[in-house]
């Protein structure tokens, strides 16, 4: 049995009647651009193989049910007219905030029924909550012929994030569950949402990228993602710019300088991201000209400005970086939000057990809870499946 398949006959156990459609929507990874959209820079992540799945039917009686078999309890009643934004309703806060949004943005959704499961791993920084807003709204979008566009779903899924959920993340996760292609990576400018498909086929060159999945997420990470925000900004006001973005590279030394009155920290997050923004101009010049094996060590610098800048790094993300260079390892660097998750690896093919086993055993000798490690697939954004 597929996954439609198996989604759709539990949706049917679930509600009684077979689902109108099933869709799927995937999580990504980032290779490089970190805690650069809300500043309106360059990121250039790609979609996973591991999706979020939703079965999902119309409903016109102004009622809103939601189901996931990843979480404890049963199916969530909701009224689409009665949502409230910060309410606290868990894990249905994503797919009931896509609604919300939807309807505060003018279009008509008057209830649904939805089953959700997914293989995004949670915590990981994979990015497993845009999965399941992106899913939802490409379903709803279908079956209400909406007629909105796969940037303008990731808008809304960005919007039911931060003003539903309360989580001021930037729009590169939903972008990228719902615009990527199979064998590509994303650039996208997060300013004016401008996006290029960059062909990103590691295997033809003899080359894979592995995701580390640390499998630990710290509570330090709690609200240091919105105090980050908040520092770039107040970097950018001392800046007299609207974002970082207006920052060039070449001038961050005097903006340095400018900022010599600031807080250690807002200095800090100002370097990290207008260099960040610099490392994914250089990404995209060396993918652009073939040479994927130079990006490796512009993955290593960039998880040293994650881990000594943004501070946002922790000992079982720097342990991936360190142990896998020293195996031989191109490049790696944490991605993601930080705190734990998950980092990259770019390695030669030949070389991907290798050091793969050299984390494994690294992460044993520290006493850390044993990774879990898989290649990212460049694989393709949501879509109808059934």
């Known amino acids: 049995m597929s996954t439609a398949e198996s989604v759709?006959?539990?949706?049917?156990?679930?509600?009684?009647?077979?689902?109108?459609g099933v869709w799927a929507a995937p999580g990504r990874v980032n290779?490089?651009?970190e805690y650069t959209d809300f500043n309106e820079g360059f990121v250039m992540p790609l979609a996973l193989p591991h999706t979020a799945v939703a079965a999902v039917s119309r409903r016109s009686d102004g009622v809103l049910r939601v189901h996931s078999a990843d979480a404890r309890g049963g199916v969530v009643r909701l009224?689409?007219?009665?949502?409230?934004?910060?309410?606290?309703?868990?894990?249905?806060?994503?797919p009931a905030g896509v609604v919300w949004a939807l309807r505060e943005a003018g279009h008509t959704v008057p209830g649904a029924d939805i089953h959700l499961t997914s293989t995004v791993p949670t915590g990981a920084g994979l990015s497993s909550s845009a999965a399941l807003e992106v899913v939802t709204a490409l379903a709803l979008n279908d079956l209400y012929e909406l007629g909105l566009s796969a940037p303008e779903l990731a808008v809304l899924g960005q919007r039911a994030e931060n003003a539903f959920v309360g989580v001021p993340c930037g729009i590169m996760d939903?972008?990228?569950?719902?615009?990527?292609?199979?064998?590509?990576?994303?650039?996208l400018d997060t300013r004016d949402l401008s996006q290029r498909q960059v062909p990103f086929d590691l295997a033809a060159v003899g080359l894979q990228l592995l995701v580390v999945d640390t499998r630990v997420k710290h509570a330090l990470g709690d609200g240091?993602?919105?105090?980050?925000?908040?520092?770039?900004?107040?970097?950018?006001?001392?800046?007299?710019?609207?974002?970082?973005?207006?920052?060039?590279?070449?001038?961050?030394?005097?903006?340095?300088?400018?900022?010599?009155?600031?807080?250690?920290?807002?200095?800090?997050?100002?370097?990290?991201?207008?260099?960040?923004?610099?490392?994914?101009?250089?990404?995209?010049?060396?993918?652009?000209?073939?040479?994927?094996?130079?990006?490796?060590?512009?993955l290593i610098e960039g998880h040293a400005s994650l881990r000594d800048d943004l501070r946002v790094s922790c000992d079982e993300l720097?342990?991936?970086?360190?142990?896998?260079?020293?195996?031989?390892?191109?490049?790696?660097r944490m991605t993601g939000g930080g705190f734990?998750?998950?980092?990259?690896?770019?390695?030669?093919?030949?070389?991907?057990?290798?050091?793969?086993?050299?984390v494994e055993e690294a992460f044993a000798t520290a006493g850390h809870t044993a990774p879990r490690v898989f290649p990212a697939v460049p694989s393709r954004g949501a879509h109808r499946v059934a």
């Open 224 to 298: 240091a993602y919105a105090e980050r925000r908040a520092g770039c900004e107040s970097g950018a006001r001392a800046l007299g710019a609207r974002t970082l973005r207006e920052v060039e590279y070449a001038h961050l030394p005097e903006a340095l300088d400018r900022l010599a009155g600031e807080a250690p920290s807002v200095r800090r997050y100002v370097r990290h991201v207008v260099s960040d923004n610099h490392r994914v101009e250089q990404v995209i010049a060396l993918l652009d000209a073939g040479d994927v094996r130079a990006v490796g060590p512009i």
């Open 174 to 187: 939903q972008m990228a569950s719902a615009c990527c292609t199979d064998g590509h990576a994303l650039y």
């Open 8 to 20: 759709g006959a539990r949706f049917e156990e679930l509600y009684g009647s077979a689902p109108d």
């Open 79 to 94: 009224a689409p007219d009665e949502l409230v934004p910060l309410s606290d309703t868990g894990w249905a806060a994503y």
């Open 318 to 332: 720097d342990l991936v970086v360190t142990s896998a260079v020293a195996a031989g390892a191109l490049g790696a």
């Open 340 to 358: 734990g998750g998950s980092a990259i690896v770019l390695v030669e093919t030949a070389d991907a057990d290798t050091v793969t086993k050299a």
């Open 31 to 33: 290779l490089i651009g």
